[in-house]
């Protein structure tokens, strides 16, 4: 699956896609990543949907998220495992998060493939 980036509390742009690797495990590649640098912020998987704009700053927390770790860096390529028992099916969009003061900088849906 994957998204395109839209901005919330920040701009931010790139591209995010879940790729399966040889071993059959999964990660989180995002692609052409943007964005500001920040206190606290992580890499989400959840199962809220996309909202742009304003309306999308605050969503992330209120149902189930997997956080996959700190934002490795604000600008360019990165990649994140997936744990093995993550029900990918359930989770709809990825978020990068402020954990400090619960906000999204950005977000991408996460579409299949085609």
């Known amino acids: 699956s994957r998204g395109d980036f839209v901005t919330h509390e920040h701009d931010t742009s790139g591209r995010a896609r879940i790729v399966r690797t040889a071993d059959g495990r999964h990660r989180l ?3 052409g990543l943007a964005t500001s640098n920040g206190p ?19 969503v992330f927390d209120d149902g189930r998220w ?10 360019g390529d990165q990649a994140y495992d997936i744990p093995a028992d993550t029900d990918l099916t359930a989770l709809t969009s990825v978020s990068i998060w402020c954990k400090r003061f619960s906000v999204s900088f950005g977000a991408a849906p996460l579409r299949a493939a085609t």
């Open 40 to 58: 606290d912020l992580r890499v989400w998987l959840t199962d809220q949907p996309l909202r742009e704009g304003v309306a999308g700053w605050r």
């Open 66 to 75: 997997v956080e996959l770790g700190r934002l490795k860096g604000n600008r």
């Open 29 to 31: 590649e995002l692609v």
